[in-house]
């Protein structure tokens, strides 16, 4: 059986290496609490360092963490405890991260005669929680077969993309996409609203008809309509999803214009709302400049 380690027990990775609590478990977070309260909920080993980490030569490590800054770091901290690692540890990045850093990163690993994918994920707290997730894995088909025994765990749907760094290109293209979703609709919904129309009765009837999306039949009217804001995905997060897009429109595809759009109405939402802001009041932006509340 795995054994595996998890750094980065956030709002996704939290729930994710819960569900890897069936096989042995060592997670690590930064905020040691939040560590120590994984194991007592799930009963993974707890690992103050990086270096206890290592020290459970895991089969595979996994990464969740914010951006590939952060994933770049903690990599060159394991290597300086490599001698502790089996030779084969696998690993495994979560993270939506920016796919020329992660060739980078591949390299660091490749040197040291380890081996990585990258494997992030779709479906938000509640689909780690369930074990609903996609996931979109770049690497060798040999390390994806060898992820999937143990992937299948926190995801329902793995695809193979391609070599190491796919999957992180086709989650900031589905992340891009999300959000020029949440935007067209709330634009639309903001002009309905101010001619006097029912932004509820509108949605209810779109979501009967062609114009709908996730963000009709599920955040619009669960986070935006009830003014609860709660998805739990920072906008911060998805900036940086949307900017990395549009880094990929630049090298293969810079005629793009609804991208490049997306990424301005992005940008201007992070300065208004905050880095911290649920990704979902990107529409609180849009209320603003339309002076209106779709309500
Ligand atoms: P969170 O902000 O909730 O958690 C970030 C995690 O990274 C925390 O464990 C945090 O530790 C850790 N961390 C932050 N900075 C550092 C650092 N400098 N060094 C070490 N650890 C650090 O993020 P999410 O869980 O929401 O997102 C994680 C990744 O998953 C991101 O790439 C995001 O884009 C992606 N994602 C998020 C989804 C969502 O709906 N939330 C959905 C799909 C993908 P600490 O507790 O100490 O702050």
Known sequence: MANVAWIGLGAMGFQMAG???RFPCVVYNRA?????????KFGTVFAPSI?????SSPSM??????TSKEVENVINEIMCHKELLQKDTLFVDCTSGEPAD???IGKILESSGFSMVDAPISGGPHGAKAGTLSMMVGGSRSDFDRLKSVA?????????CGPLSSGHAVKAINNIMNSTHLMVAAEGLAALTKMGIDPAAALRVINASSGRSLQTEQRLPKAVLSRKFDYNFKLGLMNKDINIANRIMDDYFPEALLMRTTQVLSNNAVKEMGYDADYTEMVRYVE?????IIQ
Not at 32 to 40: F, P, V
Not at 51 to 55: E, G, M, N, V, Y
Not at 154 to 160: C, M
Not at 288 to 292: E, R
Request: glycine content about 0%.
């Open 152 to 160: 299948t765990a926190i995801s329902a749907n793995q695809v193979y």
């Open 51 to 55: 270096q206890t980490l290592c020290k």
């Open 61 to 66: 490590i996994f990464t969740c963490l914010p």
């Open 32 to 40: 040691t609490s939040i560590a120590k309260e994984h194991s007592t």
């Open 288 to 292: 603003k400049v339309a002076n209106v």
């Open 102 to 104: 992660t060739r980078k």
């Open 19 to 21: 569900r890897l609590s």
